[in-house]
């Protein structure tokens, strides 16, 4: 039996303020204990952030907790309640097959979700077994670290273990569960829950809860400046996913933060062929959550979010819709400047002219006509590597591109430093990380996974071991490529 000795040994130390909200918002529940699991990943870098000894985690004991054996001493072994529209459709959730292990104080004095996926059912399962299997574990693992590498807001994954159990969906497969850190599980999805079933005082007492911990800098019962913070980082983080091609899949208002990290990767992947109605997902027939559509559909989020605000932006209703109208009006200005932003630095562009947007939609325009791989096309142009008599419909636009940094100060030194550090070399392409799944799930060779990761850590170096990793799929290698939800 594993004692809590040894559970503490490994750095445990648990802060946990969640439940010191009403009891609406969570469900205590038990381990579902595993018979045989087995440690496949361990994020040490993670760890060390953490304040825990990577040594110690390796063992029994560190085991037991990644597996949902034990809670160690001071966690909560609590799952969260939340709603969410998916699809456009309003439903009840919650953590239906999440475990909350406790919130870590690290030695910097940071506060973080440690959260088990995959550990069984909760009262939230909804008739589901509350069990993952090991190939999605394994991409969250995989696109997590490319996202962080890319210096995208993000959970990431402290650790995955097979359960020594088989999990029936498409056919068996071996079971897992992955360990997920989070700054916190709080999403829109939260807050809707809280509205369509909780009261005003538990409404007021979520939003004081999460204004508290993730904006302190608000002055109490300032509700608007908590929307208009939650709708910034929204805007600056759909930014970022555009500016590498990252297509999420599933922005389903429950799966929106309140911290502005990413979460939940589903069917998420990333685009190559530019093309802005590009759409992965299996269950996305009518591309709701398409490349292009992904800024609308975080304003439709927020729209959802503000409703459910709306009781504490003022007590007569009429006044908080104009309130919160005054405040969603602002998100597509918002988002624009942080992509154009960013896309002036991916095309070493300091200072700002009007004609940047034309010049940005120029290039896209021509990508997108000449089916260019989205990432390898900023790749030619950092390094100077885009053949003209190869890619002629490009010569127009690089001539007016030309003459914008004609008009600039900065030395060719300063923009290509600029570039470099804007357009990652790799991304984490569908055909590299399918392959280091089949690797590990049917033949158990980790080491495909672990290349791959180790070269997405650092997107931006362009170095000699990253070469074959920038290689775009040949022609058909991920035609019709689909993601699956992975439940």
């Known amino acids: 039996m594993t004692s809590q000795k040894n559970l503490n040994e490994i750095g445990w ?40 000894r990577a040594d110690a985690l390796k063992g029994s004991d560190g085991l037991n907790v990644f597996a949902g054996n034990t809670v160690p001493e001071g966690g909560s072994g609590i799952a969260q309640a939340y709603a969410g529209h998916q699809f456009g459709n309003f439903t009840m959730l919650g953590d239906g097959r999440a475990l909350l292990v406790g919130e870590q104080i690290t ?108 904006y302190p800098e608000l002055d109490t019962g300032d509700y608007l400046g908590f929307f208009r913070k939650v709708m910034e980082r929204q805007a600056e983080l759909i930014a970022k996913w555009q500016l590498v091609g990252f297509i999420h899949g599933v922005m389903n208002t429950d799966n929106m933060t309140i911290s502005g990290e990413t979460i939940d990767y589903g069917p998420c992947a990333f685009m190559d062929v530019y093309d802005p109605a590009t759409v992965f ?36 209703q009429k006044r908080a819709v104009e309130l919160a109208q005054e405040e969603l009006y602002k998100f597509s200005d918002l988002y624009k400047g942080f992509w154009l932003s960013g896309m002036r630095a991916k095309l070493g562009l300091f200072g700002e002219e009007s004609g940047d947007e034309a010049l940005v ?29 190869v890619r002629p419909a490009f010569s127009e636009w690089h001539s007016l591109w030309q003459e914008r940094l004609g008009r600039q100060s900065e030395s060719a030194e300063s923009v290509r430093e600029l570039m470099q550090k804007s357009n990652p070399a790799v991304i984490a392409r569908n055909h590299r990380v399918e392959a280091a799944l089949l690797a590990a799930v049917e033949h158990g060779n980790y080491g495909v996974m672990e290349n791959l990761v180790k070269v997405l850590r650092d997107p931006f170096a362009y170095s000699v071991e990253q070469d074959d990793y920038c290689v775009a799929p040949g022609a058909g290698v991920t035609a019709g490529y689909r993601t699956y939800c992975g439940t």
Do not use: C
């Open 107 to 214: 030695p910097e004095g940071g506060r973080f979700d440690i959260q088990l996926k995959g550990s069984g059912r909760t009262p939230y399962s909804r008739g589901g077994d509350g069990r993952a299997t090991l190939g999605p574990m394994l991409r969250e693992y995989i696109i997590s670290e490319a996202m962080h590498g890319l210096g995208i807001p993000t959970t990431r994954s402290l650790a995955v273990v097979t359960t020594g159990e088989e999990v029936l969906r498409e056919g068996l497969l071996p079971g897992a569960v992955m360990t997920r850190v989070a700054s916190s599980h709080l999403r829109f999805g939260t807050f809707q829950f809280a509205a369509q079933w909780g009261d005003l005082e538990k409404l007021e007492a979520l939003a004081d809860y999460a204004m508290k911990r993730h």
């Open 13 to 52: 130390n648990f802060a946990n303020s969640y439940e010191s909200l009403p009891e609406l918002f969570f469900s205590e529940i038990e381990p579902n204990p595993v018979e045989a699991p087995k440690l496949i990943v361990l994020n040490e870098s993670v760890a060390d952030e953490l304040g825990l």
């Open 361 to 389: 939609q120029g290039l896209l325009d021509v990508m997108k006509e000449s089916k260019a791989d989205f990432t390898n096309t900023f790749r030619d142009l950092t390094l100077g590597e885009l053949d003209l008599e």
């Open 281 to 316: 997902s299996s269950i996305d027939g009518q591309g709701r959550y398409s490349y292009e559509n992904q800024p609308r559909i975080g304003g439709w989020n927020l729209a959802r979010f503000a409703e459910a605000l709306l009781p504490l932006f003022d007590e007569d």
